[in-house]
């Protein structure tokens, strides 16, 4: 938890991405940038229970062949990328935007091979709860 906690910290801190270097980011957009980059940092910890904590229940993830429906499934499918010490593949937002309700929210971003080289983009939309936490209701990446 310390761990994960300083590299939000060192994330939001000294972050040369285009997100919090724009002059007009906002406190919902810092939050989700927050969120996003926890997210990230539960792969790279592979911490699978504060992965889960991020899913929305009604979540839909697609996969590049499947739709992956509410929080069980996508658990179900997502568990084996934590199954090896190592994470297969690594992500990191550079835009966020938030709607002017403060409802929903869009992150994307790189996603990058073990070497570090990028293999992809994703895209995630998080919804605001009652509780002001961020969950994510859906992702899908793209090569």
């Given at each position: 938890m310390k761990?994960?906690?300083?590299?939000?910290t060192a994330a939001i801190v000294g972050?040369?991405?285009?997100?919090l270097s724009q002059s007009q980011s906002s406190p919902l957009e810092r939050e989700v940038f927050a969120a996003e980059s926890s997210f990230a940092a539960s792969?790279?910890?592979r911490n699978f229970e504060a992965f889960g904590s991020y899913v929305s229940p009604e979540a839909i993830f697609f996969g590049?062949?499947?739709v992956m429906r509410g929080k069980t499934a996508v658990l179900r499918s997502w568990r084996r990328f934590f199954d090896k010490?190592?994470?297969p593949f690594s992500w990191k937002p550079d835009v966020i935007e938030v709607l002017p309700s403060g409802k929903l929210a869009l992150s994307s971003?790189?996603?990058?091979?073990p070497k570090g080289q990028q293999?992809?983009?994703f895209s995630s939309i998080w919804r605001r709860e009652s509780d002001?936490?961020?969950k994510i209701v859906f992702d899908k990446g793209c090569r």
């Open positions: 761990c994960a906690a300083l590299l939000i972050l040369s991405s285009p997100v792969m790279a910890e590049d062949t499947t010490p190592d994470p971003g790189p996603v990058f091979d293999v992809g983009t002001n936490s961020w």
